[in-house]
T-cell receptor, first 114, second 111 residues
Framework: AAGVIQSPRHLIKEKRETATLKCYPI?????VYWYQQGPGQDPQFLIS???????DKGSIPDRFSAQQFSDYHSELNMSSLELGDSALYFC?????????????FGPGTRLTVL | SQQGEEDPQALSIQEGENATMNCSYK?????LQWYRQNSGRGLVHLIL?????REKHSGRLRVTLDTSKKSSSLLITASRAADTASYFC???????????FGPGTRLSVLP
């Protein structure tokens, strides 16, 4: 079965650079979530989208923005990168709200900021 | 934030033994899910239990939910070395909303 796809899998950036992470949800899933997991930490919710509209916002810095496109894929844009942004970034998707609430996670993008 | 908390934070057992991990949360939930994460890898969904359910089974996994105590437990029976991973509980409050993850339990199953 198709899973959540994230790209790139690994990314190395310098401080103050920008990065764009992409997420392709499971087909027919309409909700996308972004989480950040620092070293040794539990995942922290950043932001979510339902039907291309932002549905919830967590601890996402103002330097980050995200959107969901008409094909339901989502991109997380990160600017003015800081060392503390080094983390695993997970995207998850879920199906139509009335049917299932399980979030299926992608493999993650490991971002390293030097 | 309404964060789940897991205990123990680390657990070491021998292959073949059972492993029990607990999770507590602070407010009413719609559902609770358990995920497994191998070191630095993605989160794998294990099982979902809804607030109106008390127990669910999936293979060697058994999850219980006690909404009066705001707690859940994950039991892995007949553990294997391949079960070595971190296990997170995640609580959901409304359909389509984000999960709140607990700090996770690091399980080591020794051969």
């Amino acid at each position: 079965a198709a899973g959540v796809i994230q790209s790139p899998r690994h990314l190395i950036k310098e401080k103050r650079e920008t990065a764009t992470l992409k997420c392709y949800p499971i087909p027919r899933h309409d909700t996308v979530y972004w989480y950040q997991q620092g070293p040794g930490q539990d995942p922290q919710f950043l932001i979510s989208f339902y039907e291309k509209m932002q549905s919830d916002k967590g601890s996402i810095p103002d330097r980050f923005s995200a959107q969901q496109f008409s094909d339901y894929h989502s991109e997380l844009n990160m600017s003015s990168l800081e060392l503390g942004d080094s983390a695993l970034y997970f995207c998850a998707s879920s199906g139509e709200r009335a049917s299932t609430d399980t979030q299926y996670f992608g493999p993650g993008t490991r971002l390293t900021v030097l | 934030s309404q964060q789940g908390e897991e205990d123990p934070q680390a657990l070491s057992i021998q292959e073949g033994e059972n492993a029990t991990m607990n999770c507590s949360y602070k407010t009413s939930i719609n559902n609770l899910q358990w995920y497994r994460q191998n070191s630095g890898r993605g989160l794998v969904h294990l099982i979902l239990i809804r607030s109106n359910e008390r127990e669910k089974h999936s293979g060697r996994l058994r999850v219980t939910l006690d909404t009066s105590k705001k707690s859940s437990s994950l039991l892995i029976t007949a553990s294997r070395a391949a079960d070595t991973a971190s296990y997170f509980c995640a609580t959901g409050y409304n359909y389509g909303q984000n999960f709140v993850f607990g700090p996770g339990t690091r399980l080591s199953v020794l051969p």
